[in-house]
Structure formats: C-alpha cells, structure tokens
C-alpha cells in the first residue's frame, strides 16, 4: 500500500483552501479523467468522466444526525442556532443574547421570543474502501467498482466543502487520504485511488478497531467491501457504531459470487488464503451456495440494523449510474 504522501507536511490536512476560486467540473475533470483512456500511475481505466462529474456536482451528502463541527461548512444542520437563516421562534430565557428578540412581535403580543436560525456545520466523511485480495475478482473487478464508489461520494463532500478522508484496508488499516476539503483537493484524492491495489487477506475486526482509533470526530462514515472474513464482521462493526457515527455499508459483490455458473469436477481455490478444496460442482451444491448468500446478506441486514447502519447490496454488474444516481439517492445516501 502507498505511504501518506498525499498530505504535505508544511500544509493543514484538513485545508479548505477557500483562498482558491472556483473550479468547474469540467476542469477538475481534465486533471484526472480527460485524456488518455489510462491513468499516468496506474493500468486502472479512469475512475469517472467529466460528463458524470457534472451530473453529481449538485448533490449532497446526506447526514440524518446533528454533526458538530469546529468551523462552519456549507452544510445546513437539524440543530439550531443563530446563523443567518431564519429557522423558528423560541421563549426567552433570561441569559439569551438579546440581539436575537423579536421586537415586533413583542410589540403585538407583549411576549419575548428569540429568533432561532438554523446553523451551518461542516461534516467529515470517512470513506473506508476494502482491498483485501477477494477484491480483485469478479467482471468488472470489485476493487475498481469500489473506488468509482469512493470516488463519486468523495468528490460530492468536497464540493459541498465537507472533509472527506479514505481510509483503505486489508488484514489492517493502511495509509489514508487524510481529510481535506474543497473541489480544489479532488485531484489529489483521485490520483491516490487510482494508486490502490489488493493485498493481504480480510480483517475487519483489526481494521476497523483501528480506525475508530484513529477517528476521533463525529460524522459520516461510508464501508465500501465485500465482507468476506472468515472470522465474521459482526463485532467488526460495533468499532465504527460504538461513537454514535453515522454509517452507510455498501456491500460490493460480483454476479459470479451471487450466480455461480459452475458445472463439473473443480478445484477451487481460496483467493485471500490459497487454500484448496475439489467439488463436484452439480445443481444441489449450486442451490445450497446460493442459500448461503441469501444467509450472508439477512445476517448483514439483521445486524446492520441493530447497530442503525444502513446496508446497501450491489453487484458489479448494476450500471455505476445507476448505483450513484438511482439507489444511492433513494437510499437517502445521497439528496
């Protein structure tokens, strides 16, 4: 896995860079999607194009939780405040700042109120992608699926000036993208997508444990994986919901792991372990993998929603489009 270098150390990770003008998306498109159909750094495919770029440029992340930050964002919160946007009224208590009573409605009513405004607050959002060798299957490959994921969600963040960080992970959790904001750091982001590859086998527990370690504020944090540990992810995900984040969990699976079409004597072999095992594969081996899925995804979704985790299945055969601008935004993802 690459080292942090993405993250100079004479600059603040988390630079908004607000001193910069605006950057169109078609611009920023050019940076690291236009040209070449390769990136400079890797014999990955482009993650996106300008034309899609376009297309999620006016959406948002959507955060159900009050989300408090340490300098105002772009991001509109349920909690209330005095900002500039009139949200309701309040009785005055003594001690309330007086700059906020309605004097005219005490003039009508000969009642104090305070004017409440709904407060503008930044959000950090930690895109935690899996590239743990089972990754590397399936047509198209599960990894490169998954980094368009992270890509498109990233680049929405920083153009609503949220922090975005992406935090990849294996047997451990590896050098992030710390956070940054604004369009400006999109670039950077993506070049360090394109530099990812799979290695070492599943680990959730150690990985996740690790970054709620590491993660010490509050807000959104997005599991792009396939959950294949052998060891479960169950007590994986208590790490990331233990601090009360809120989290998204889209499972990335091929059609072949869903819909095996396998007939005959095989070997298979374990992608992460290089283990063996010869089947003779028939219909009622097929049925009862099948079965098998069916279980992997109730138990995610039963412990997904005990722990207030939203779950999302998709296959890698489900257009890229349509995973971003239809389910993702009829999940409540996206808005």
């Given at each position: 896995?690459?080292?942090?270098?993405?993250v100079?150390?004479?600059?603040?990770?988390?630079?908004?860079?607000?001193?910069?003008?605006?950057?169109?998306?078609?611009?920023?498109?050019s940076?690291?999607?236009g040209?070449?159909a390769?990136?400079?750094?890797?014999?990955r495919?482009?993650?996106l194009d300008?034309?899609?770029?376009?297309?999620?440029q006016k959406?948002?992340?959507?955060?159900?939780?009050?989300?408090?930050?340490?300098?105002?964002?772009?991001?509109?919160?349920?909690?209330?405040?005095?900002?500039t946007?009139?949200?309701?009224?309040?009785?005055?208590?003594?001690?309330?700042?007086?700059r906020?009573?309605?004097?005219?409605?005490?003039?009508?009513?000969?009642?104090?109120?305070?004017?409440?405004?709904?407060?503008e607050?930044?959000?950090?959002?930690?895109i935690?992608?899996?590239?743990?060798?089972?990754?590397?299957?399936?047509?198209?490959?599960?990894?490169f699926?998954s980094?368009?994921?992270?890509?498109a969600?990233?680049?929405?963040?920083l153009?609503?000036?949220d922090?975005?960080g992406i935090?990849?992970f294996?047997?451990?959790?590896?050098?992030?993208?710390?956070?940054?904001?604004?369009?400006?750091?999109a670039?950077?982001?993506?070049?360090?997508?394109?530099t990812?590859?799979?290695?070492?086998?599943?680990?959730?527990?150690?990985?996740f444990?690790?970054?709620?370690?590491?993660?010490?504020r509050?807000?959104?944090?997005?599991?792009?994986?396939?959950?294949?540990?052998?060891?479960?992810?169950s007590?994986a995900?208590?790490?990331?919901t233990?601090r009360?984040?809120?989290?998204?969990?889209?499972?990335?699976?091929?059609?072949?792991?869903?819909?095996?079409?396998?007939?005959?004597?095989?070997?298979?072999?374990?992608?992460?372990q290089?283990?063996?095992?010869?089947?003779?594969m028939?219909?009622?081996?097929?049925?009862?993998?099948r079965?098998?899925?069916?279980?992997?995804?109730a138990?995610?979704?039963?412990n997904?929603?005990?722990?207030?985790i939203?779950?999302?299945?998709?296959?890698?055969?489900?257009?890229f489009?349509?995973?971003?601008?239809?389910?993702?935004r009829?999940?409540?993802?996206?808005?």
């Amino acid at each position: 896995m690459p080292e942090d270098p993405y993250v100079p150390e004479d600059k603040d990770p988390e630079d908004k860079g607000s001193e910069d003008s605006p950057v169109p998306a078609s611009d920023v498109a050019s940076a690291y999607v236009g040209g070449p159909a390769k990136s400079p750094t890797s014999d990955r495919p482009k993650l996106l194009d300008d034309e899609f770029l376009a297309k999620i440029q006016k959406l948002s992340l959507v955060s159900r939780k009050t989300i408090t930050g340490s300098i105002k964002g772009e991001r509109r919160s349920r909690k209330r405040g005095f900002s500039t946007e009139f949200a309701d009224y309040r009785d005055y208590v003594p001690g309330d700042d007086l700059r906020y009573l309605d004097w005219n409605i005490y003039g009508r009513l000969d009642r104090l109120f305070i004017k409440l405004f709904h407060e503008e607050e930044d959000l950090t959002v930690s895109i935690l992608v899996d590239v743990s060798k089972s990754m590397e299957t399936g047509a198209p490959e599960k990894l490169f699926y998954s980094l368009q994921v992270a890509a498109a969600l990233a680049y929405v963040g920083l153009v609503a000036e949220d922090r975005v960080g992406i935090y990849p992970f294996s047997d451990e959790l590896h050098a992030p993208f710390r956070p940054v904001r604004g369009k400006r750091n999109a670039p950077r982001l993506f070049n360090y997508l394109q530099t990812l590859r799979v290695g070492g086998e599943t680990n959730l527990e150690r990985s996740f444990r690790a970054f709620s370690h590491a993660f010490s504020r509050r807000g959104m944090v997005v599991v792009i994986s396939d959950l294949l540990d052998p060891t479960g992810f169950s007590d994986a995900l208590r790490h990331i919901t233990a601090r009360n984040i809120e989290t998204y969990l889209i499972h990335v699976l091929s059609p072949e792991e869903v819909n095996p079409d396998l007939v005959g004597d095989l070997r298979l072999i374990d992608c992460e372990q290089g283990t063996s095992m010869d089947v003779s594969m028939n219909q009622r081996i097929l049925a009862a993998y099948r079965k098998s899925i069916e279980d992997l995804q109730a138990s995610i979704r039963h412990n997904a929603s005990l722990r207030g985790i939203s779950p999302l299945f998709a296959t890698t055969d489900v257009s890229f489009d349509h995973l971003i601008l239809g389910y993702l935004r009829k999940r409540g993802i996206l808005g």
